[in-house]
Each structure stands twice: as C-alpha cells, then as structure tokens.
C-alpha cells in the first residue's frame, strides 16, 4: 500500500508537523486524487491558531470541528489516482481541480444547492483533512472539475479565492452597472476579485488597502485608482471622485474595513464582507434606512458558482494573479509569511 505523507496541525497554536499514513482506499463514489498543487489561504491562519476574532477580547472556538492531526488546504488541483466502484467518469489520470465545500446531501441548504451552507459540512481542510497533503479523498466525483488548459497553479486557487470573490461580486452585478465597485482589501481574495470583476463588469474597479506595494500591482492589473484607507482624506477622495460608491466588496472583513466600506457608499449602496479578520462593527440603526443600504456577508460559493467560474477562467478572461510557488514542505514558512503580510497574491504549494 502506497503511503501519504502530510503536513499536519498536531496541536492548535503550533507549527505544522510531517505525518505519514497509509494512502486511504476509496470505496463506492470515493475518489482518491494525487495533490498536485494546493493554495494557502488565510483562513488557514484562524484554523492554525484555533479560533476566530469577535472583537472585545471574545473569541470563537473551532477546537472542536475537527480531530487532531488535521491537514488543512482547501485550494486543491491534482491527477485521479484511484477510485470506488461507483465513482462514475473518475478516470485514473484526469487533472481535477477539487470543489472542496462539500455537504452533508440532504439538508435544505444542500437540496437548494448551497452546499457551502451546509451546517453538517463536509468541506476539506476545514472539517475533512484537505490538501497539504501528498493525496486527499473526495466522497464523489461530481466535486472533480476538469480546468485544462489552465495551470494548476491557477486552478487551485480558484476553488475559494476565486470563488469567494466570483460569488460576492455576482451579487453586486446590478450596481456595477451603474459606477465602479470598490475593491477592500487586496490580498489573494482582492487580487483575484480584481482580475473577475475586469472580467464581469464594464467599469474597472477601484480599490483600497493599506499595503502600498499590493495598491501598485493592483495598478498595473488595471484597477482605475487605488487608495490607502488608513490616509484620513481617503473617503473624502473616494466621494469626491465618485459622488459616493454603489458597490463595496470587504475581502478584509474587519472593524476598520467594514467602517471605511461603508463610509464610502452612496445612497442604495451595498457592502458584500467575504473577510474574517475579525472585530466588531456599529452603525448608527437610522443611517440603514437613511442611506437605505444592505450590508451582507457571502461564504465561498457554490457548486455551479465554480463551474461558472472556471469556464471563465478557462475562456481566457481572467488574468492570473501574482503566484509564488514554494514546495510542500515549506508550508508553515508559507504560513509565516502569510501570517507577517509578505504575500502579493497568492501561495501555492508544489506536492
């Protein structure tokens, strides 16, 4: 039997660890897919630390969702390895990228097709061991998405960064029409919301963040202006340019991001928050109705949202973002890095 060698949270708040196990065999719908590449993604950093930031101190608690050693990595792209009797059309050999938002089937959530929804999920390297791994088990291979002729370093990544990022701009599509949408935050998610939303909409967007190196590159990647949030005279300059924002992607999802999102709307604006930095946000109750504005949170997307996304990908109209590649087994270094704010774009890890 051919073993699996992982890089492995042994214990919450401490470095990756190596562990080898022997290579699981799949059984009826199973599919085991050899780990070509796998993104690292900033919720890696809150399931690697244990808990969530709420803000005032409180934190939520994830010890519990999941059994220890643990292999995060939800960012996959492989080659089918082997499959169970009933995995129809998993042939040995096939490049996937994996859909990793995976449901318990039979809830309301999942009948409608929101398995991302799901409250009794399934989703790699969230609740199920994932990618940082030499080979992942996928329960079916209708989560297996052919992406040929992308790279898989691209393709990876699109299956959350990309899919949090299609999925929440979709739901600002009718503002676009109306004026650029402001882009919050420009890590791998911004990045990546960046290069769809020159894909979905007329206007390039506009964006913000506070790292003047990432404000650069969204530049040079077409974004139409690029402010510093943390300067005092940026909403003014944003209201003054724009007359007031129609639509506000939050990729960072914090006190001050959520502030600033909201501060820079026009009336009938929106704000859709996709980040989990954490903290606490007050508003004045009055101003939802005076400025008559929705905020609303998105979690990943769904099953067809990533077909949608990766036939777009794959039609050439979206433009790969910036993509280091670091080996396997430096994944806590990448982590690291992750972590101190050194990322532009994206990591992925070579298996």
């Known amino acids: 039997m051919s073993r699996m060698h992982r890089q492995s949270l042994v214990a919450y708040g401490q470095p990756l660890c190596e562990t080898v196990v022997d290579c699981p065999a799949p059984q009826g719908t199973e599919v085991l897919v050899r780990v070509e590449r796998c993104g690292v993604c900033h919720s890696d950093l809150h399931l690697q630390d244990g808990y969530f930031e709420l803000g005032g101190d409180r934190k939520l608690d994830i010890t519990k969702d999941r059994a220890l050693p643990f292999t995060l990595g939800h960012e996959i792209a492989g080659v089918i390895k082997s499959a169970g009797e009933a995995a129809d059309g998993a042939q040995p ?3 996937v990228a994996i859909y990793p938002w995976i449901g318990c089937g039979k809830c309301a959530a999942c009948l409608a097709g929101d398995e991302n929804l799901c409250s009794a999920h399934r989703h790699l390297g969230i609740s199920v061991d994932g990618g940082y791994a030499s080979h992942v088990l996928v329960p079916h291979p209708r989560y297996l998405l052919d992406y040929a002729p992308l790279s898989p370093d691209f393709a990876g990544p699109l299956m959350c960064s990309g899919l949090t990022a299609y999925a929440a701009l979709k739901r600002l599509a009718e503002r676009a029409d109306r004026g ?3 882009l919050v935050g420009l890590g791998g998610v911004g990045m990546m919301g960046l290069s769809i939303a020159r894909a979905l909409f007329s206007a390039p967007p506009i964006v913000a963040d506070i790292d003047a190196e990432k404000r650069k590159t969204a530049l040079a990647a077409g974004a139409a202006a690029a402010y510093d949030p943390a300067d005092p005279q940026a909403r003014r300059a944003i209201l003054s340019a724009t007359g007031g924002v129609l639509g506000v992607c939050d990729f960072v999802g914090s006190d001050k991001s959520l502030q600033f999102a909201t501060g820079v709307l026009a009336r009938g604006g929106k704000v859709v928050v996709t980040g989990l930095l954490g903290g606490t946000f007050s508003i004045a109750t009055a101003m939802f109705a005076i400025k008559a504005m929705t905020i609303e949170g ?4 769904t099953l067809a949202e990533a077909r949608d996304l990766l036939a777009l990908a794959r039609e050439g109209k979206l433009t790969p973002i910036p993509t280091r590649d670091r080996p396997f087994n430096e994944a806590q270094a990448a982590l690291d890095d ?8 994206r990591t992925v890890l070579s298996v």
């Open 338 to 345: 992750l972590r101190a704010g050194r990322v532009v774009g």
């Open 180 to 182: 650029a949408v402001l």
């Open 298 to 301: 998105t979690l990943t997307g």
């Open 93 to 95: 050999g096939r490049r």
